[in-house]
Each structure stands twice: as structure tokens, then as C-alpha cells.
């Protein structure tokens, strides 16, 4: 028996688990009490079945080793493995990038990950799965350093340290609006700026939110938040903890849940280093929130519309729009998967979202 995430209005559930077809649900997926610092608030989240997803590759790995490119539309000729074909691209553009997967195994790409270079720094704009081997294929991307339009390098690395912040993350994912994310990095760099007592000239001397939030006095204040995460990370592996729900001054924000355990914790450093950066900069008066919220926030997982996009034997890729969030969920279809890899939810609503956004410390 085994059992996913749904995301899905085909179904009524009263939990945030299901089973697959051919078998009854397991136990639901549920909140642990909180790791609480300040005005952060973590639940972790257990239950359900750890899939095996050993055979996955992150963005960060593969680039390390050199197995995944990155490049601009228009600079890969000589990049790819020798012996294939190469499409010829047109010139770069700013919501495209290209990316080939030269490893034997399939490549993860989670939407709010950074990767730096080019002729400027991106962030992903939706989940999804890269076949191992594969050919050259667009990804789709957004600006998170206007201005820059000068090549830095052929290839991009990532920001290792970090996911984009969850209000970097909405206006990309929800929004699909290329302003939006400009607006929320200019009010994300002038708060986390002011939050750690950075240089005033930082905000003047780069415009990349990359840059921004690698600066030491930045990484310094981040980390005085995250070191309290860090220490439990033992814990989220005995526990089998396979996500977490996340609140902000009482607010619940954001949750993202993965099939196994060890996904988790091979993204953690980077995801709880954006919701410290989001904490720091929204600085309110810190109310409560309690377990029985937090299973809430886990359990309604349906809306009243729902996209889906499908790559045949490669990914499924659902949007579910609710009252007041969203639900993103993209889910293995390679040989020996049909399960959801990630599942991301988010507080939202569009009217807030549309408004010019200041990033002042409240």
C-alpha cells in the first residue's frame, strides 16, 4: 500500500493523504509540536510513506559535480556531450534559460532555487523533473537582479546557501509576473539590509538578491535564526519527518513536503535559511499559533481550480487554487515512481500580492 500527497480537485479528501490507486490511505500525514525561535514557527511533519528517492539529483549536486549545465539561450554550442546534436538557440532572453542534465540520474529542480551567472541571476519558477541524459530543454526562470544584462560567466552556479524567501517565491509561482518578483527582491533586499545592519551601500553597489543575501553581515544575521533549526536536524531524521509547516508572527505562510526523509534533509539547510531570511524581514507583533491551526493549514489541500501540466513519463505538474493559498505539486512518472516528490502551499491572495510591496521592517 502507499499513498501521496493530493492535489487534486478529482478527489474529496479529509487529510492531505491519499492512496494510490489500488490501495486504501495510510496514516495521514500530521504535525509534530513547533520549533519555535522569535517570531519563526516550524511544525515538522510525519507520517506516510517514505518513498525511495535515492536515485533523485539536486540542483546543487549536480552542478557541483559538473553533470548539469546551465547556460543562456544561445551559449551552449560545445557544452553538451560530444556525439549528440545540439539545437542552435536564439540570444538570451530573461525568462528562459537552458539546462542539460549529463547524469545518469534524473535531476530535481525546485521552484525558488538560485542560480547565479549569466548575464543575470535567475530564480526557478516551478518544480520539475529533468530526465537523466537528457537533451538541452528551457526552463523557465525570472529575473532576480534587474539592471544586469552583461555576461558574468558562461555557465551558472546556485546559491548554495539558500532557497528564495517565501515572498520571493509567491509573485514567481503564483503570480507568473516578472514585476512582481523585481518589486519583492527590491523591498527583500532593503529590509534583510537594514535587518542586519549591512552597508547602506550595498543596496547601492548590486542589484542582485543573490549578492545581497550572501554578504557576510547578511549571512551572519541569517544565521543567527537558522543555527537554532540546524540543531534538529537529528531529530527530523529520527522522527521520519518528511516536511514542514511554516508560520511567521502567527501566520501560517508556507509548508513544503516531500516523499521521503532524506529529501528533506538534503534541501533543509538551503529552506530554513529562507524562512529566516523571510522572518527577519517581517518583523510584527508575535502572536500564537497552535497545532491544531497547523494541522489545518496541512490538511485543506483542495480548491476550486486546479492546472495541470503533463510531460509524458517524466512529471506531473498541478496548481490548485483555494481560498486564500495556492497548492503546487509535481509528481514522479518515471518507471517505478507515480508519487509526488514535492508539494508546496503558500498563503495567497492575489489582490495583496498585486500591491507594490515595501519590505518595511513593521
Known amino acids: 500500500m502507499s499513498h501521496r500527497i493530493l492535489a487534486s480537485l478529482a478527489f474529496l479528501v479529509s487529510s492531505a493523504v491519499v492512496a494510490l490507486a489500488g490501495g486504501p490511505a495510510q496514516e495521514p500525514l500530521h504535525v509534530l509540536s ?55 538557440y536564439s540570444s538570451a532572453e530573461v525568462n528562459q534559460l537552458v539546462l542539460v542534465n549529463n547524469s545518469d540520474r534524473p535531476l530535481l529542480l525546485l521552484a525558488g532555487e538560485i542560480v547565479t551567472g549569466g548575464k543575470q541571476d535567475r530564480v526557478i519558477g516551478a518544480d520539475r523533473l ?30 548554495k546557501s ?66 537554532n533549526y540546524d540543531g534538529v536536524v537529528n531529530d527530523l531524521r529520527k522522527t521520519g519527518a518528511k516536511g514542514v509547516v511554516v508560520a511567521i508572527n502567527g501566520q501560517l505562510v508556507w509548508a513544503d513536503l516531500f516523499a521521503s526523509n532524506d529529501l528533506l534533509l538534503r534541501y533543509w539547510e538551503k529552506l530554513v535559511r529562507s524562512y529566516a531570511a523571510e522572518s527577519l524581514i517581517e518583523v510584527n507583533e508575535k502572536k500564537s499559533v497552535d497545532l491544531k491551526l497547523a494541522q489545518a493549514f496541512l490538511d485543506h489541500m483542495t480548491g476550486n481550480r486546479e492546472v495541470i501540466e503533463t510531460e509524458s513519463g517524466i512529471f506531473r505538474r498541478a496548481e490548485i487554487t483555494g481560498d486564500g493559498y495556492r497548492v503546487f505539486s509535481l509528481t514522479a512518472l518515471l518507471p517505478k515512481t507515480d508519487f509526488d516528490l514535492h508539494v508546496a502551499k503558500m498563503t495567497y491572495e492575489k489582490e495583496a500580492a498585486m500591491k507594490p510591496w515595501n519590505g518595511i521592517l513593521r
Not at 526552463?139 to 558562461?154: A, M
Open 34 to 88: 513547533p520549533i519555535v525561535h522569535g517570531n519563526l514557527v516550524i511544525f515538522p511533519v510525519v507520517g506516510g510513506t517514505n518513498y525511495d528517492t535515492s536515485r533523485f539529483l539536486t540542483l546543487d549536486e549536480g552542478l557541483h559535480s559538473g553533470s548539469v549545465i546551465v547556460t543562456e539561450k544561445g551559449s551552449l554550442q560545445g557544452l553538451v556531450r560530444r556525439g549528440r546534436p545540439v539545437a542552435q
Open 130 to 159: 529533468v530526465p537523466a541524459k537528457s537533451d538541452p530543454i528551457d526552463l523557465s526562470v525570472f529575473c532576480v537582479e534587474p539592471g544586469r544584462w552583461v555576461e558574468r560567466s558562461q555557465q551558472f552556479g546556485s546559491l
Open 162 to 227: 539558500q532557497m528564495a524567501q517565501p515572498s520571493v517565491r509567491v509573485p514567481a509561482m503564483a503570480g507568473h509576473n516578472q514585476q512582481e518578483v523585481w518589486n519583492r527582491v527590491a523591498g527583500a533586499r532593503k529590509a534583510i539590509i537594514v535587518a542586519s545592519n549591512a552597508p547602506d551601500a550595498l543596496m547601492a553597489t548590486t542589484s542582485s538578491y543573490a549578492t545581497t543575501m550572501a554578504a557576510p553581515q547578511v549571512q551572519t544575521k541569517i544565521n543567527t535564526v537558522a543555527a
